[in-house]
Nanobody
Framework: QVQLVESGGGLVQAGGSLRLSCVAS????????MGWYRQAPGKQRELVAS???????NYADSVRGRFTISRDNAKKSVYLQMNSLKPEDTAVYYC????????????????WGQGTQVTVSS
């Protein structure tokens, strides 16, 4: 089994900052891309940012320049530094990882964390 556990969400005023963390654990052979998604009430889940094992990043236009994604491969962790937060950033943020398990013949599969609430007040 593979688990992704997020932390770091909370309530912050507009213009403030938060840092999300996600750590993967379990029978992991390797992790390919990792990323953060978010889902606001009544909206579809959307990609916020992603990062490859070598550190190449991709950002949604709405967060580029304000959010920074990073990862620590040795710790099987991914982070999201969120600055200059806006009320429209309010959502549940989900960690995602493309994981290959230790079991013989396993292939890369998508895993999700349970989500962490980020609320930005105006």
């Amino acid at each position: 089994q593979v688990q992704l556990v997020e932390s770091g969400g909370g309530l912050v005023q507009a213009g403030g900052s938060l840092r999300l963390s996600c750590v993967a654990s379990g029978s992991i052979f390797s992790i390919n891309a990792m990323g953060w998604y978010r889902q606001a009430p009544g909206k579809q889940r959307e990609l916020v940012a992603s990062i490859t094992p070598s550190g190449s990043t991709n950002y949604a236009d709405s967060v580029r320049g304000r959010f920074t994604i990073s990862r620590d491969n040795a710790k099987k962790s991914v982070y999201l530094q969120m600055n200059s937060l806006k009320p429209e950033d309010t959502a549940v943020y989900y960690c995602n990882a493309d994981v290959r398990r230790l079991e013989w013949g396993s292939k890369y599969e998508d895993y999700w964390g349970q989500g962490t609430q980020v609320t930005v007040s105006s």
